[in-house]
Nanobody, 122 residues
Framework: VQLQASGGGSVQAGDSVTLTCATS????????IGWFRQAPGKEREFVAS????????YYADSVKGRFTISKDRTKNTVFLQMNSLKPEDTAVYYC????????????????WGPGTLVTVSS
């Protein structure tokens, strides 16, 4: 499977941004699609994830209540709606597939797309 994240940009604190992860190829029903992010000088961290085959969703505590992950299976696309953005949300955001199911460990994702940069100014 190939993944491509898009939708990043420069915004002000409090603004909203929606990221899109376009996928091509086969996403197995036992897979999850997740969003991770990497801030400058920091390790890549889990943001949100959802099962491809149902609506179970998972969020990092730092984004719970502000970010929403969703999908459109007809378009093989996953979204990350980010509201009430904060400067600490500044990072390169990546989408990834975990064929083995749900995990917050980035090492368990087997397919990654290029990231998209989100910069939040105060």
């Amino acid at each position: 499977v190939q993944l491509q994240a898009s939708g990043g940009g420069s915004v002000q604190a409090g603004d909203s941004v929606t990221l899109t992860c376009a996928t091509s190829g086969r996403i197995f029903s036992s897979s999850t699609i997740g969003w991770f992010r990497q801030a400058p000088g920091k390790e890549r961290e889990f943001v949100a994830s959802m099962w491809w085959n149902d609506n179970r969703k998972y969020y990092a505590d730092s984004v719970k209540g502000r970010f929403t992950i969703s999908k459109d299976r007809t378009k093989n696309t996953v979204f990350l709606q980010m509201n009430s953005l904060k400067p600490e949300d500044t990072a390169v955001y990546y989408c990834a597939r975990n064929r083995g199911g749900y995990s917050r460990n980035r090492d368990n994702s087997d397919s990654w797309g290029p990231g998209t940069l989100v910069t939040v100014s105060s």
